[in-house]
């Protein structure tokens, strides 16, 4: 693999797989790693020293925690894997949130994404929505019940 | 390096300092207005057209300056707060990045003493106001519609309200189940080409700046006008004090310009349009011999009785696709059902709510207004498809009273990157704040039941909310009780002015910026009108 990357293969390739339990696939959903999240945070990192070494002590944190249970996380089955991810999440909350921040800032910022969940890939602008004007006619309602302002 | 005298200089070119150097300038008024920050290009600068423009709400266009930490920023210690104050530094300040919401005080807001024993009374009524709140109406165009209830007769709105779309639909349908108050609010926003600006297309995010100049910010309203009339605006200046004459009359400031350079700006009078926390920083900052403890500070209340709108929030997931990221962020509807004091409530004055549509898509999975992220896992999907674009927040904004111990000081410790002492926020949310916003989140509970939500979650206290800052060189008759008289003019200095939110007595409960911009012009027209006085003796 030729990556200009500050991560090893292997934690990368430990991103990825982690990725994939954040945001697994569904029937209509893509997983996280079909988005390339893992290779958004790759980039992230490479360009801001304080979350580099936030994420390299947390991969190498997943790692530790998975071979103190006997296994490579990479070995290990979805229920483990989870649950090696949910001890991280209380003993590294700070990595882990930013983790889980920054994946989901890739996945759903990914066009591909965007138009599966019915938002659309473009940007707001330039075209914008349209928006319908909406129901005023209550407020003759509203405006009946008479004067709430309190005169001074 | 000095500049040729002014005759006004006006510090920050927000929402009243570009409204004051208009009026002044176009009066023929030699006006030159120092801003710290830049001008910003809408079709360049602003992330609107980007694939990732979400992402810029948590970089470079978030609201807190602490997380931005822009060069034209400044730090703010805020650990002592659990509101975070916010806030844009550039041409147009805080309009830059603001919902336009554009709704006035109330009649009542300035009669608290009178009507409820509270604070004190304003020493200007809304009645003065109003050919000001008029006028600056008309400069920064606004979507509405007259007839509302909650508010003596207005004039008639430059465009009509900003539309509801089916998010708007479904929620109204629970006021009116109900029997309560809603109606369209005031907006800054065209909804119709407008004094040469054009009309909104409904992208959303109000808050990562207008690219299409729909949304009235006043580097876009105020501003080219101001200019025309000769007004000089010096960007990347960042003032460290007011100085004093021998007189003891403002000579002018002195300040850092953008390659760190120091700089000074003699004026006859000085104007201080900063903000909530920036004018009462300048003013500490401006000690000398005569001022010891700080510049107009006599009464001893520069940096106390800071106001925020403390602001609670009220999440109704519905079954539907309300459309809800289409449309301005901000809903544009309020109500006012519990604006006015009714002490069997538990508590005095009252609140709004504002009504916000759905959260875009990065901005769902981080938990939306409920501030707890979706989960992950196995089950991310399902929660983020049963929730996003269905769902509806209402905003419940209280009046915060005035407390001395709610404060801006200097902090000690921390500086800008021009060696400027950062404001230090000390404050704490009241009991009768307390009570009044958890009186709104069981009243917002029923519109959103009414309404049809199936689920409804709740923030009692949104902390990223430090929007609105006010009443820290309050305005009164009393010199021993407040800082600047009703004109905004200084007790203590003659030829010193402060127009922006911290002149505000108490803090109504609905955004203030139409409000402190009809002060600005109100004063404006004061310093104009008495010119001979305020310039010529200086």
Redesign the interface.
Same mark, same amino acid.
Request: proline share 10%; with cysteine; hydrophobic share 25%.
């Given at each position: 693999m030729s990556r200009a990357s500050i991560l090893t293969d292997a934690e990368y390739n430990l991103l990825e797989l982690v990725s994939d339990?954040?945001?697994?696939a569904?029937e209509?959903?893509p997983a996280a790693s079909e988005v390339k999240t893992h290779e958004f945070i790759d980039n992230l990192i490479q360009n801001k020293p304080q979350l580099r070494r936030l994420f390299l002590e947390g991969i190498r944190q997943i790692n530790d925690t998975a071979f103190q249970s006997g296994k490579t996380f990479d070995a290990m089955n979805g229920i483990d894997r989870?649950s090696t991810l949910k001890n991280i999440e209380d003993s590294n909350p700070e990595f882990f949130?930013e983790l889980?921040?920054q994946?989901?800032?890739a996945?759903?910022?990914s066009?591909r994404?965007?138009i599966l969940?019915?938002?659309g890939?473009d940007?707001?602008?330039?075209?914008?929505?349209?928006?319908? +004007?909406?129901?005023?006619s209550?407020?003759e309602?509203? =405006?009946n019940?008479?004067?709430?302002? =309190?005169?001074? | 390096m000095q500049s040729q005298p002014a005759d006004v200089l006006v510090i920050g070119s927000g929402a009243s300092g570009a409204a004051f150097s208009w009026s002044l300038a176009k009066a023929g008024f030699d006006v030159v207005c120092l801003e710290q920050g830049k001008w910003l290009n809408p079709q360049e600068d602003y992330a609107?057209?980007?694939?990732?423009?979400?992402?810029h709400r948590?970089t470079d266009f978030n609201p807190n300056p602490n997380v931005r930490d822009n060069i034209s920023d400044y730090p703010v210690n805020n650990s002592d707060s659990p509101i975070a104050p916010l806030m844009y530094n550039a041409v147009g300040g805080s309009t830059i990045h603001w919902s336009a919401h554009f709704p006035r005080l109330?009649?009542?807001d300035?009669?608290v003493r009178?009507?409820d024993d509270v604070a004190d009374d304003w020493p200007i009524?809304?009645q003065e106001l109003e050919p000001y709140f008029d006028l600056n109406d008309r400069h920064m165009g606004v979507a509405g519609?007259i007839?509302?209830?909650?508010?003596?007769p207005k004039s008639p709105r430059q465009t009509?309200?900003v539309?509801?779309? +089916?998010l708007?639909?479904t929620i109204?349908k629970g006021f009116?189940k109900l029997?309560w108050?809603?109606?369209?609010s005031d907006s800054a926003i065209n909804t119709t080409t407008y004094d040469g600006r054009a009309a909104?297309?409904?992208?959303?995010?109000c808050d990562l700046g207008c690219?299409?100049k729909a949304k009235a910010s006043t580097d876009v309203t105020y501003w080219p006008k101001a200019i025309s009339f000769g007004a000089k605006l010096v960007t990347g200046a960042r003032v460290r004090e007011i100085t004093v004459n021998p007189k003891g009359l403002a000579k002018g400031a002195v300040y850092y310009d953008k390659y760190g350079n120091t700089c000074e700006q003699e004026a006859k009078v000085v104007i201080l349009a900063c903000n909530g926390i920036g004018t009462p920083r300048i003013l500490l900052n401006s000690t000398s011999p005569s001022f010891p403890n700080g510049l107009a500070n006599s009464s001893g209340l520069v940096g106390k009785n800071l106001m925020f709108h403390p602001y609670a929030a009220v999440t109704g997931v519905f079954d539907e696709?309300l459309e809800g990221?289409?449309?301005p962020v901000p809903l544009n509807i309020m109500s006012?059902?519990f604006?006015?004091?009714d002490l069997t409530r538990g508590f005095v004055r009252g609140y709004a709510y504002q009504v916000t549509r759905s959260s875009?898509?990065?901005s769902?999975?981080?938990g939306g207004y409920t501030n707890t992220?979706?989960d992950?896992?196995?089950d991310?999907?399902a929660k983020?498809?049963d929730s996003?674009?269905k769902t509806v927040t209402i905003a419940i904004i209280g009046e915060d009273l005035p407390e001395l111990n709610n404060t801006v000081t200097l902090d000690p410790n921390i500086t800008d990157q021009d060696g400027i002492p950062a404001p230090k926020i000390s404050y704490r949310l009241s009991d009768n704040s307390r009570k009044m916003l958890d009186h709104g989140i069981a009243t917002a509970t029923q519109v959103m039941e009414a309404a049809g939500a199936h689920q409804v979650a709740s923030d009692p206290l949104l902390k990223e909310a430090g929007w609105h800052l006010m009443g820290t060189t309050k305005m009164g008759p009393d010199e021993n009780n407040s800082v600047v008289n009703k004109f905004g003019r200084s007790h203590d200095v003659k030829n010193l002015f402060v127009i922006d939110g911290s002149i505000f007595v108490t803090a109504g409960a609905v955004n203030p910026t139409s409000t402190i911009q009809a002060l600005a012009l109100y004063i404006a027209d004061y310093v104009k009108n008495n010119s001979r006085d305020i310039l010529d003796k200086s």
């Open positions: 339990c954040l945001i697994p569904n209509t959903m989870e949130g889980v921040n994946t989901y800032n996945y759903y910022t066009p994404v965007l969940i019915g938002k890939s940007p707001p602008q330039p075209k914008g929505y349209f928006l319908e +004007k909406g129901d005023l209550s407020l309602a509203v =405006r019940r008479g004067q709430i302002w =309190r005169d001074s | 609107t057209t980007k694939t990732d423009w979400e992402l948590q109330k009649p009542s300035f009669k009178t009507l009524t809304y519609l007839g509302d209830p909650a508010y003596p009509p309200p539309g509801l779309g +089916k708007g639909n109204t009116d029997g108050h809603w109606w369209p909104c297309n409904n992208c959303g995010p690219t299409i696709d990221h289409k449309g006012s059902q604006y006015e004091t875009s898509p990065v769902q999975a981080r992220y979706m992950w896992g196995s991310h999907h983020f498809k996003f674009n």
